[in-house]
């Protein structure tokens, strides 16, 4: 069981994110910064979801006292960045892309402790059926995704229906590598 010695803050709107913390046992509260989240192009995909990690965990002041949470999660296919969609379009886009294809999930996670920032990343890798147009209207209309990296939540009616395979950590697809933040809060617990 973790016994944190100091208070958590979550630095990030995802209810995903904030049920997860929910479910590992760890209280927190839920403090949010505006950060800049574009990034160099010549990063990997790995790369960039580390990159605006720090960025976000940058943006608090260094407070030995209070463990500060951020992350960033990653679609990619091929080495494409699917972000979040800002239309109907582009999900649509995406989400043909993703149809009958391999992708991968990463996400960085970073934390702001004593002083430093320490950061790590995890990858999944998701395979999904084809999908057919009437399909992702319906998911779009229904599921509204725009909130999502790569426009679909492995946890809804996507990840119910479309996924067929994943290699690597569910959580971390949802946006917040649970297994690998748990071992790492133990270290300073």
């Known amino acids: 069981m973790l016994k944190l010695n100091f208070p958590v803050v ?5 209810p995903r994110r904030h049920e997860l913390l929910k479910l590992m046992g760890i209280n927190f ?24 990690s720090e960025k976000k965990a940058s943006a608090f002041n260094a407070n030995p006292n209070v463990i500060v949470i951020t992350a ?21 886009n995406m989400l043909t892309k993703l149809s009958g294809n391999h992708h ?9 402790h004593n002083g430093s920032i ?3 990343y995890d990858c999944t890798k998701v395979k999904c059926r084809l999908i ?15 909130d999502k990296a790569g426009s679909y939540g492995i946890q809804d009616w996507f990840g119910l229906t ?8 569910y959580t971390n697809v949802m946006g917040l590598p649970t297994e690998k933040l748990y071992q790492y809060l133990l270290k300073i617990s």
């Open 10 to 14: 979550l630095a990030s709107k995802s």
């Open 29 to 52: 509260s839920v403090e949010l910064k505006d950060v800049d989240e574009s990034y160099p192009a010549e990063l990997s995909p790995a790369g960039v979801a580390l990159y605006i």
């Open 72 to 92: 960033d999660t990653i679609v990619a296919i091929d080495g494409e960045i699917l972000g979040k969609p800002a239309d109907h379009e582009e999900a649509t």
């Open 104 to 112: 991968e999930v990463f996400t960085g996670v970073s934390i702001n």
């Open 118 to 120: 320490n950061s790590f």
């Open 132 to 146: 057919n147009q009437e399909e992702i209207a319906y998911y779009i209309e229904h599921f509204k995704p725009f």
């Open 162 to 169: 479309v996924v067929e395979e994943i290699k690597g950590s």
